[in-house]
């Protein structure tokens, strides 16, 4: 342990959820809005001990409306913010994610997937809300998505989760689920000097000149200035131009401004994708999985392996953009791809998508139960 | 000093140019509403630079484009929790919050009395015009009983709200109501407001003769604002649970004027003894 005490640099044990808060507290945040939801609650009681020591701001909001709204005019007004919760609450922010990605304002949101739909199970992880991360809030817009498999990356991805927020000036989303979210392990919290902050890019124009909206820069990223830094800019949610003017009527504006949002991201999906390549190189069968079930499916592959099946595993850790061209290059090599996911048929879609020709099985898990290794291996044994 | 300086506005200095001419229809009082606003900062000599104004969705939301400040119209009912953000993030900013009956006290009625408990140094100015103007004119919070909207077309079934009462109930340190016709009132209060700390509320009963007015026999602006000159009764302090609005009484003034410890003072000191190693 250092004297830092943003950093707690160091070997901790700690769940999911907690090491989740950590990083976020790592990567500059300083801003948490919340309202209490099983699995994710530790997130804001984590956030509600430590951001004080470090002079953050906790903030409790009525509900997850409120939350989701706060952390973007913390954005605005010039924090690192964060809010964090489950299905029911993710529902609620899906308004002003769509508000954070129009008016492109860094966040992070933290969803801990239970099962859904509804109320469904609070306390048993789910992967059903994928396709919500995506499409959750009405229009066109691209949104990045991360889903950690082991406390450790719980910690690195939600770094990762607020540079790519800062870097893109989109909100980010943390796809977490509940086992990861609640399971204990070791984490290894680096120096703060050898964690990578990314911060967002600043306008160098007096204010009279500034265009909030104006990118600047082949990454389609405009610089932004924040409340109360003297450029007096405006923000909506309704289309406007660069200066941030409502265009409500012009197809030209309306084109400019959703194809920009989506193509920041489009554009730069390689530079943003990462994804874990197990054993693929002479893979004959192949096991695409994220999350919690990656770790099953690694075990199934192994097992495979000492059976003399060439077997392999794609984890996909950014899930959205999704990552097309792995994919695609795995499907032209691969006899049988095997996707297994807890849900009744999400991400399995885009595979198809991606992957035309090759040979899809596609394993749903629903309720408490995780897939088994054995449930994996069976698959991959039968080719 | 070239003619056309001499020509230009008083105010315009703290509007954006390149907005106006604004939507409001002829008659609006959102107009009057904005011009307090912005004659109250005036007469403070406050920094613009160090004021954010939040509105949500309606024919007064627009206000967030006019001024000529850090601004940002969110959406639907969330302007309060937005500005949370803001105030929390930034506590040398002034924020204000202007928007209307419906966006603050429907879909956003949560975040108003959340905002006023907590006591958090939001000030809020809603336009009341008693309907949804900019959906063209349907039933709201506001609306009077047996009131003519289009969704209300056999008249309102609804009580409405009582927004002084409200505000007070839920902890403001600051209420009043008044009328666009009481100008100097209002640009009054609202430099009052601007120099209080903690949750402020302003209700402005504005006339909306375009879309309310007219099917409720005020057709014009003028026909609203001597309707308002007519039933308007200053109380100042009176119980504001008893300061009706009705077609014959709109009891007006200032309800509350109290102080009380504002959220942000007890979380600055809370993360200061946190910080001081006597957290608990």
């Known amino acids: 342990m250092t004297g830092n005490k943003a950093v707690l640099t160091g070997e901790h044990f700690l769940s ?20 209490p939801i099983t699995p994710a609650t530790e997130i804001a009681e984590r956030m509600a001990l430590r951001l004080p020591e470090i002079g953050g701001i906790y903030v409790q909001m009525e509900d997850e409306l409120a939350s989701m709204a706060a952390i973007i005019g913390a954005s605005y007004a010039g924090l690192k913010s964060m809010t964090a919760t489950s299905g029911p609450g993710f529902s609620l922010m899906q308004e002003n994610i769509g508000l954070a990605a129009m008016t492109e304002a860094p966040c992070v949101v933290v969803n801990v997937m239970r099962g859904g739909p509804s109320t469904g199970q609070p306390t048993k992880p789910g992967q059903q809300d994928v396709m919500q991360a995506r499409w959750g809030s009405h229009g066109d817009y691209e949104i990045i998505a991360l889903s950690p498999n ?16 800062e870097a893109y000036r989109v909100p980010v989303i943390l796809l977490m689920d509940e086992t990861v979210a609640h399971m204990w392990e070791k984490v290894v919290i680096p120096p703060a000097e050898e964690i990578r902050l990314v911060n967002r890019k600043k306008p160098n124009v007096p204010p009279g000149e500034y265009a909030p909206f104006k990118p600047e820069g082949e990454d389609l990223v405009p ?46 999906a390689e530079n943003i994708i990462k994804t874990e390549k197990v054993m693929l190189d002479d893979a004959e069968v192949a096991v695409i999985a994220y999350g919690v079930v990656s770790r099953s499916a690694l075990s199934a592959v192994k097992k495979a392996r000492e059976k003399g099946i060439k077997a392999g595993l794609l984890r996909l850790i950014t899930l959205w953009p999704f990552p097309e061209k792995q994919v695609a290059e795995l499907a032209d090599k691969a006899k049988l791809i095997v996707i297994p996911e807890l849900n009744y048929g999400q991400m399995v879609r885009e595979v198809e998508r991606a992957a035309k020709e090759a040979s899809i099985r596609f394993l749903p898990k629903l309720g408490e139960n995780l897939h088994t290794p054995g449930e994996i291996l069976e698959v991959l044994e039968a080719k | 000093m070239t003619q056309n300086e001499n020509l230009a506005h008083p105010m315009e200095v703290f509007l954006r140019k390149s907005r106006i001419p604004h939507i409001w229809c002829s008659g609006c009082g959102n107009g009057i509403i904005l011009h307090s606003f912005i004659q109250a900062v005036k007469e403070l000599e406050m920094d613009s ?3 954010a104004v939040i509105s949500g969705i309606g024919c007064i939301g627009r206000v967030a484009g006019y001024v000529n400040m850090d601004s940002f119209h969110t959406t639907h009912g969330r302007a309060i929790a937005f500005a949370t953000g803001v105030k929390l993030a930034n506590p040398e900013l002034t924020v204000v919050v202007i928007s209307g009956d419906g966006d603050l006290f429907a879909i956003g009625g949560n975040h108003f009395i959340h905002a006023a408990r907590r006591n958090i140094d939001i000030k809020v ?32 079934i609804e009580h409405p709200f009582n927004l002084v009462s409200l505000a007070a109930a839920s902890g403001a340190t600051y209420v009043a109501r008044w009328t666009t016709l009481h100008v100097r009132r209002l640009t009054a209060s609202i430099q009052k407001m601007l120099q209080k700390r903690g949750f402020g509320f ?8 375009e879309i309310y007015g007219r ?63 006597k957290g608990r």
């Open chain 1, 16 to 35: 999911g959820d907690l090491a989740c808060a950590e990083g976020a507290i790592a990567a500059g945040c300083r801003f948490f809005a919340g309202y």
């Open chain 1, 150 to 165: 082991s406390v450790q990356e719980a910690f690195d991805l939600t770094v990762e989760a607020f540079n790519l927020s």
């Open chain 1, 223 to 268: 610089p932004m200035a924040c409340f109360g830094e003297g450029y007096r800019f405006h923000a909506t949610g309704l289309t406007h131009d660069e200066f941030g003017n409502p265009k409500t009527d012009s197809p030209e504006a309306q084109f400019q401004l959703v194809s920009r949002l989506c193509e920041k991201i489009r554009r730069n």
């Open chain 2, 49 to 51: 630079d160090k004021i």
């Open chain 2, 125 to 156: 100015i809603c336009a009341n015009n008693f309907n949804y103007g900019m959906t063209g004119g349907q039933q709201g919070p506001t609306t009077p009983l047996e009131a003519y909207t289009t969704t209300s077309p056999y008249g309102n």
């Open chain 2, 202 to 209: 302003i209700e402005v009963i504005s006339p909306c003769p």
């Open chain 2, 215 to 277: 099917r409720n026999k005020m057709r014009t602006g003028l026909e609203m604002m001597n309707w308002l000159k007519k039933v308007s009764v200053i109380e100042n302090f009176s119980d504001p649970a008893k300061a009706e609005v009705s077609r014959d009484r709109i009891i007006i003034g200032e309800f509350v004027d109290m102080e009380k410890p504002t959220f942000e003072s007890i979380l600055y000191q809370t993360i200061k003894r946190v910080q001081e190693g």
